[in-house]
């Protein structure tokens, strides 16, 4: 057994001037160094638009889960019960 490797997510995505990666390709501008992103690397506004209907989507699913979790909570805890 070794150590556990935690793999970093890289984005393919860097500032051309500050090397850092851009978090959000929606921004003009770098969030570190303020110089603009050329345009080849920024989203379309159809990507974004795609994004935020996924992270709206993936809300509504942990949304979805907690609530099940929390209707099923008394029921296992009665269950269960040590
Ligand atoms: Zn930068």
Redesign the pocket.
Known sequence: MGTPQIEEPKSEFT?P??G?PLYDRRHLN?G??G?AIPPEMLLTQAQADEIDKELAADQKRQQEVVKRIDALGPHIYGKYRI
Request: charged share 25%.
């Open positions: 500032c001037a500050c850092r770098c570190y160094c110089k």
